[in-house]
């Protein structure tokens, strides 16, 4: 009687050794099966740094008693495979944790917009870079009474779903008159094809209005530094006036909330419905 079980790994690759198709098939399966991903429920906490609390990134580190530690704790390992663990009380050496690596590098996690209609399934270690560009992304508008949107820029935005705010050019070290109405809620200000801003006027303040800049940013352009802006306001008693750095700003993910503003009283804004006398000076 012929022994039928599998010839051992060794002899199948002896050269002169003929493999049979059972076989063949059998490490295809085999393969396969390697390659087989499992859907698993795991507590968010698990996969977040014992020290910062902060999503893990690797490379990581473990001391022996337990604690892992992401590549931000662990600066002065940059070039080694060991660290302090900072999360010891006494000093206790880190090493490199190879095994959890390997687990972090085949995890993917659902996109946490998909109520919004996102199907992705983003690895692990690009979960932030994914929420910072997912194009289903919940984002806030500067525009007083806007319910936010989705995904697009916001300069995009304000082009697209607030057709009806009025556009000013400017030229760089002029002050320009932008004769505003007061039922206007914002205002686009454009610098010389290469810059945008928004002029938003609140309504949120008890006895007056406030007026803030945001810098309107896209993928084709990146605000400059330098460029610096003054808003005055003229009033029968005098003038109001706000200056300073403009702030670029791409998306808002959570309601806006300016740095800095000029309070108006109703008193100047309601003086002359038709034409308010804001004016804006850019360089």
């Known amino acids: 009687m012929g022994d039928k079980r599998p010839w051992p790994q060794v002899l199948r690759r ?3 050794v003929k493999r049979t198709r059972g076989e063949d098939e059998t490490e295809t399966v085999t393969s396969q099966h390697r390659a087989e991903k499992i859907t698993v429920a795991v507590d968010a906490d698990l996969l977040q740094c014992c020290v910062c609390s902060g999503p893990l990134t690797t490379p990581l580190f473990q001391c022996t008693k337990g604690h892992i530690s992401c590549s931000e704790c662990c600066t002065d390992a940059a070039m080694a495979d060991e660290c302090e663990c900072l999360m010891c009380r006494e000093p206790e050496t880190a090493t490199r944790c190879r095994a959890m690596e390997r687990v972090l590098a085949g995890v993917s996690v659902p996109c946490p917009f998909r109520q919004h209609g996102c199907a992705e399934m983003i690895p692990y270690a690009s979960k932030e870079a994914h929420e910072g560009a997912c194009r289903y992304a919940p984002c806030h508008c500067p525009i007083p009474g806007c319910a936010g949107y989705a ?10 779903d607030h057709p009806d705010v009025h556009r000013t050019r400017v030229k760089p070290g002029c002050l320009t008159a932008l004769r505003m109405r007061s039922s206007e809620q914002a205002r686009m200000v454009w610098l010389d094809n290469c810059a945008e801003l928004l002029l938003v006027a609140g309504r949120d303040m008890p006895g007056g209005r406030s007026l803030s800049i945001v810098g309107l940013v896209d993928d084709l352009f990146e605000f400059e530094d330098e460029l610096k802006y003054r808003i005055e306001v003229v009033g029968k008693d005098g003038v109001l006036s706000l200056s300073g750095p403009t702030k670029g ?7 806006y909330q300016a740095s800095a503003f000029l309070f108006v009283p109703n008193a100047i804004w309601d003086s002359n419905p038709e034409d308010i006398p804001v004016f804006i000076h850019l360089k």
């Open 14 to 16: 002896l050269p002169g």
């Open 151 to 160: 995904g697009k820029s916001l300069v995009d935005h304000v082009q697209v």
């Open 249 to 255: 700003v791409k998306r808002l993910d959570r309601p």
